[in-house]
C-alpha cells in the first residue's frame, strides 16, 4: 500500500509569506491529488496532476514523479488561505485514493 | 448543480443505536466514495461503488458497518450497533469516470455517547 507523508504537519505564516507544503510517496502513481479542507470541514479539490506543473491564481503544485514527490506552493499567502491541505494519490485511474495526514497552515495578518 | 448533498449533517447518539448516513451523489457521476475521518487516522477510504456495484470494501472496519447503494442518485452508510469509536466526520464523494477530480460532500460529523 502507498504510504503519503506530508510536511511540516503544522505552518504558521504572516500574511504576504510564500508557503511552500510538500509530500512524498512510497509507490509509483498515476495521479496525485491536492485538497483544501476548510476551518468549517468542508473539501474542495485544488489539483489534479500527474506531471509537471499546475497553476491557479497564487497557488501551484508541482510534481516530480522519478522522486516520488510533490510541492504545493502559494504565493502572497492571505489569512483566508488558512486550511488544512491534503494530498492524496492513486496508483491507477480506478484505484482509489490514499491521503496523507495533512497540513495545518494558519496565516497571520 | 447542488454538488453532493449528505444528510444529516450532525448526528449524536447512544452507543449501541443504528445510525444511517445518506449521500446523494452528482448526477451523472458513476463513482461514489465513503470516507472516514477522524484526528488520529486522517482520511480513510470506507468503500467505493462503480455503477452502484460495491468495488472495494475493505476499508469498512467490522461487520457493524455496512453500505448500500440501490440506484445512482442515493447511497446509504450504516453502523449497527454504533460504538463509541465510530464518533467521526463521514464524507461521501462523487466522480466521473477515470482521472477524474472527485467531488465531496459537506460531511456527517457524527457523535456517539
Known amino acids: 500500500k502507498n504510504e503519503v507523508e506530508q510536511s511540516p504537519q503544522n505552518l504558521t505564516a504572516q500574511e504576504g509569506e510564500f508557503i511552500t507544503i510538500n509530500c512524498s510517496y512510497s509507490?509509483?502513481?498515476?495521479?496525485l491529488h491536492w485538497l483544501q479542507q476548510h476551518p468549517g470541514g468542508g473539501i474542495v479539490s485544488l489539483f489534479m496532476l500527474s506531471s509537471g506543473k499546475k497553476k491557479h491564481g497564487r497557488l501551484i503544485a508541482t510534481i516530480n514523479i522519478q522522486e516520488k514527490h510533490s510541492s504545493l506552493h502559494i504565493t502572497a499567502s492571505h489569512p483566508r488561505d488558512s486550511a488544512v491541505y491534503i494530498c492524496?494519490?492513486?496508483?491507477?485511474?480506478?484505484?482509489?485514493?490514499?491521503f496523507g495526514k495533512g497540513t495545518r497552515l494558519s496565516v497571520i495578518a | 448543480d447542488a454538488g453532493v448533498i449528505q444528510s444529516p449533517r450532525h448526528e449524536v447518539t447512544e452507543m449501541g443505536q443504528e445510525v444511517t448516513l445518506r449521500c446523494k451523489p452528482i448526477s451523472g457521476h458513476d463513482y461514489l466514495f465513503w470516507y472516514r475521518q477522524t484526528m488520529m487516522r486522517g482520511l480513510e477510504l470506507l468503500i467505493y461503488?462503480?455503477?452502484?456495484?460495491?468495488?472495494?470494501d475493505s476499508g469498512m472496519p467490522e461487520d457493524r458497518f455496512s453500505a448500500k447503494m440501490p440506484n445512482a442518485s442515493f447511497s446509504t452508510l450504516k453502523i449497527q450497533p454504533s460504538e463509541p469509536r465510530d464518533s467521526a466526520v463521514y464524507f461521501c464523494?462523487?466522480?466521473?469516470?477515470?482521472?477524474?477530480?472527485?467531488?465531496f460532500g459537506p460531511g456527517t460529523r457524527l457523535l456517539v455517547l
Open positions: 464523494a462523487s466522480r466521473t469516470g477515470l482521472w477524474r477530480t472527485q467531488y
Open positions: 509507490v509509483g502513481i498515476s495521479a
Open positions: 492524496a494519490v492513486s496508483e491507477s485511474g480506478n484505484t482509489p485514493l490514499v
Open positions: 461503488f462503480n455503477n452502484n456495484v460495491p468495488i472495494d
